[in-house]
């Protein structure tokens, strides 16, 4: 029987956004997209509708993730609520968060904040989104705002999820609203969100020097193990995607939150799974991953949170052994001197996945959408409120 303990005030959370959860998200692009589609228009699959109806069951939500032993809780915050139109902040939204937050303070559950999770404002998209040169104002803006209204009621300001994935998906692949196939806009918006990020850190740091802020990065472990050009393809892609992000940012960070789901196995230029190891939607499950991924970011000498890792498992069965290796990884990272602070499954609620609707659930809680979205904890959420009562897990 082998025991892995976890530091003293170690971070055990889950995370969801507003989009995904919230329900009735009506003032965004992706509203639009998910109600607008045309014929022949493949996703998203459904629409988001009451989601989750977490706007107004937040407090049942919270209460789940207190009874989970979690410290912690990773939320968004809705920008085109709170700014609905430009220039235009709304106090209702303000005290609505206000009162999300101080409810999880109650609780003592730390807050960590994401203030853009992949939507936007319809004003802000109709003026070109981040390819806007101006982006960066308008969203200075916002992050100077949360932090005067919110900034006593957050621990950690998370200022954008996931540039690379949202700038790729909306941008490159063409999947995600406004639906364009140009790498070159992918890098304008990419180089955007870094001038977005900068001015937010700068923004939200001059109301309080001791405010906490980061960014949130989703990062893949790339490798191959096929030939030169297979191996160097992997070794650039992790590059772009891990380093030179982190690199441009570093001097912005008081800390890395990274999302940590697969490994890319690159063979003959494409992806390839080795073995049929996956998640439903059949990303390979690959825990050593997200050592080497936790290790790579060593260098930069901030605290890392793993602020996303979990899986796409409708029937749970492979979800307990998922999180125990995933949690041998950040043991064994920690071990060779990763400042890692804490962990976050993704998530605490099966909610809206994206394009794909509601079909892939990512939940410790099935959210049973035939019966008033009842919440139903699954075996796999008492595996976890174990862990974090404990502090530690052991594995025979
Ligand atoms: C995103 C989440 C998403 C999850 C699972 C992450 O890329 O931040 O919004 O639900 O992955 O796909």
Same mark, same amino acid.
């Given at each position: ?72 809780? +990773? ?15 709304? %106090? ?12 999880? *303070? ?73 639906? *364009? @196939? ?16 900068? %001015?937010?850190?700068?923004?939200? =740091?001059?109301? +309080?020097? @001791? ?38 940012? +570093? ?12 490994? !890319?196995?690159? &063979? ?30 060593? &260098? #930069? ?20 052994? #998922?999180? *125990? ?9 920690? *071990? ?14 099966? !909610? ?9 659930? #990512? ?5 049973? +959408? ?8 699954? =075996?796999?959420?008492? $595996? $976890? =409120? ?11």
């Amino acid at each position: 029987m082998k025991t892995y303990s976890f530091p003293k005030n170690f971070i055990w959370g889950t995370a969801t956004s507003a989009h995904q959860t919230e329900g009735n998200n009506k003032n965004t692009d992706w509203w639009l997209f998910e109600n607008n589609k045309k014929k022949n228009q493949e996703y998203p699959l459904e629409p988001s509708g009451i989601a989750c109806d977490s706007y107004n069951r937040y407090k049942e939500d919270f209460d789940l993730a207190k009874k989970l032993n979690n410290n912690a809780i +990773r939320i968004s915050i809705e920008w085109a609520r709170i700014e609905p139109e430009e220039g235009v902040f709304s %106090e209702k939204e303000f005290k609505h968060y206000k009162e999300v937050l101080l409810y999880a *303070k109650k609780l003592k559950l730390k807050t960590f904040v994401t203030l853009h999770h992949f939507t936007n404002p319809i004003w802000f998209f109709n003026e070109g989104g981040w390819l806007n040169l101006k982006s960066p104002f308008y969203f200075k803006r916002y992050a100077k705002e949360c932090a005067i209204m919110l900034g006593d009621v957050v621990d950690m300001f998370i200022t954008i999820n996931e540039p690379q994935v949202y700038s790729t998906m909306a941008y490159t692949t063409g999947i995600w609203t406004p639906n *364009k @196939s140009n790498p070159i806009l992918s890098l304008v918006v990419i180089i955007n969100f870094i001038r977005s990020h900068i %001015e937010a850190y700068n923004a939200i =740091k001059s109301k +309080r020097k @001791s405010y906490q802020v980061g960014i949130v990065e989703n990062i893949a472990h790339n490798q191959s193990d096929s030939n030169i050009i297979d191996k160097l393809a992997a070794s650039i892609l992790y590059f772009v995607n891990c380093d030179l992000f982190i690199w441009i940012l +570093r001097r912005h960070l008081d800390f890395i939150g990274v999302n940590y789901y697969f490994t !890319n196995n690159v &063979k003959r230029l494409k992806r390839k799974n080795p073995n049929n190891l996956v998640s439903d939607l059949g990303w390979w499950i690959h825990p050593q991953g997200l050592e080497n991924v936790l290790l790579r970011l060593r &260098k #930069f000498g901030l605290s890392i949170y793993v602020t996303e890792n979990g899986i796409a498992d409708s029937k749970d069965l492979k979800r307990k052994e #998922f999180v *125990k290796d995933m949690l041998i990884s950040c043991h064994n990272a920690i *071990k060779q001197g990763v400042m890692l602070k804490g962990y976050f499954y993704w998530s605490l609620i099966d !909610n809206f996945e994206w394009h794909h609707g509601f079909w892939p659930r #990512f939940g410790l809680i099935e959210i049973d +959408r035939n019966d008033n979205l009842k919440r139903r904890p699954r =075996k796999s959420y008492f $595996y $976890y =409120k174990k862990i974090a009562l404990n502090n530690s897990f052991s594995v025979r």
